[in-house]
């Protein structure tokens, strides 16, 4: 699925959004809009100019993320429940599973039930494969440094959007990549929920 193009100006400062941001654990079922989740994706991988430029940095331009979104029966507009794969080059998503997980991501975030009110979850994982090639295990600290970097530009993009957003750390990693259908060198770092505060 194609997504909205993103946007790059809006109505509140940089400055505004760091200063506003917090941390929230409580959302409201309120569904998100298609173009809001769309610049959520764009402001944590998008393309940002020719080449390889991204949104965030990686070290040697290997990026060895992936953004995968969670969305519920009530999650985003015209988006069906289920699991994406966040395409950046073409800022598209692609469903990988279409089944509502948010249940069972909470569940495996030892039942952290609150992310599951969220509309939208979204699950930054590294493929370490990528960057330990150039890197070795110095690669390793460059991805989670990376993971860093996106996490807050999607508490910031949120924050721009009249959005709050959370952040997980604690989760059976093993049962993250079954529910996410993730294999290989793939690793689950961060899990952020994301939607109207309650």
Same mark, same amino acid.
């Given at each position: 699925? &194609? ?17 506003? !941001? !917090? ?5 409201? @079922? ?7 989740? =769309? /610049?959520?994706?764009?402001? =944590? /991988? ?6 390889? &430029?991204?949104?965030?940095? @990686? ?5 060895? $993320? ?10 985003? %507009? ?20 279409? #089944?509502?997980?948010?249940?069972? *991501? ?8 609150? $992310? =599951?009110?969220?509309? #939208? /979850? *979204? ?13 070795? !295990?110095?690669? +390793? ?8 970097? +996106?996490?807050?530009? +999607?508490? #910031? /993009?949120? %924050? =721009?959007?009249? *959005? ?10 093993? %049962?993250?990549?079954?529910? $996410?259908? +993730? @294999? ?6 961060? #899990? ?7």
């Amino acid at each position: 699925m &194609k997504l909205p193009p993103p946007r790059t100006e809006g109505a509140l400062a940089v400055e505004q959004a760091i200063m506003q !941001r !917090r941390t929230v654990r409580s959302f409201r @079922s309120q569904v998100l809009r298609l173009d809001h989740f =769309a /610049q959520l994706l764009w402001a =944590a /991988q998008g393309r940002t100019g020719g080449g390889h &430029k991204r949104a965030a940095p @990686s070290a040697g331009a290997l990026f060895p $993320m992936d953004l995968y979104a969670v969305t519920g029966s009530k999650g985003v %507009e015209s988006v069906t429940a289920g699991i994406y794969h966040y395409q950046p080059n073409d800022h598209r998503i692609v469903q990988t599973a279409a #089944l509502d997980q948010s249940d069972a *991501l909470a569940r495996a975030s030892l039942s952290q039930m609150w $992310m =599951a009110k969220a509309p #939208l /979850q *979204l699950v930054i994982t590294a493929d370490f494969g990528r960057v330990t090639g150039k890197y070795g !295990r110095r690669g +390793i600290r460059y991805a989670h440094i990376e993971a860093g970097h +996106i996490g807050q530009n +999607i508490f #910031l /993009q949120a %924050e =721009a959007l009249g *959005l709050k957003a959370g952040i997980v750390g604690a989760f059976d990693d093993a %049962e993250v990549k079954q529910i $996410m259908g +993730i @294999s290989g060198s793939c690793e689950p770092l961060l #899990l952020m929920p994301v939607g109207f505060a309650a």
